[in-house]
């Protein structure tokens, strides 16, 4: 069975610019985002050729679901006034 690259905000603007490079890489991908900032037209050329959950990566049962090896954590904002929050997205 493949591995799973799992990306956490794969649909924005980062994550699905590297969403698009392991696809044409050949990778299964999983992407988890729960659209705060993102959006599904990202990756509209390749919504067949992955696995897309809808989810919030501080929500236990969505991570138990998209779990992988492999992450790349992109799932974060961006605005510095929301240190802490940001904190929580990205200490897991
Ligand atoms: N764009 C840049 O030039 C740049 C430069 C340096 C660092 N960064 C950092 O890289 C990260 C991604 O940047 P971006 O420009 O792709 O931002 P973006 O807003 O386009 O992408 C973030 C993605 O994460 C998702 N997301 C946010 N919180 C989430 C959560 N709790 N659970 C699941 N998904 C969640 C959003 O819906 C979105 O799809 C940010 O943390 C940003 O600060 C970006």
């Given at each position: 069975m493949a591995q799973i690259d799992l990306v956490t905000g794969g649909a924005g603007f980062i994550g699905s610019n590297l969403v698009h490079r392991l696809v044409q890489e050949g990778r299964s991908v999983r992407v988890l985002d729960n659209f705060s900032t993102g959006r599904r037209e990202?990756?509209?050329?390749?919504?067949?050729?992955?696995?897309?959950?809808?989810?919030?990566?501080?929500?236990?049962?969505?991570?138990?679901?998209?779990?992988?090896r492999r992450c790349?954590?992109?799932?974060?904002?961006?605005?510095?006034?929301?240190?802490?929050?940001?904190?929580?997205?990205d200490v897991l």
């Open positions: 990202n990756l509209n050329p390749i919504l067949s050729d992955i696995e897309l959950i809808e989810g919030d990566i501080r929500d236990p049962a969505a991570l138990e679901i998209a779990e992988s790349c954590h992109i799932g974060a904002g961006q605005e510095q006034r929301h240190y802490s929050l940001y904190f929580q997205e």
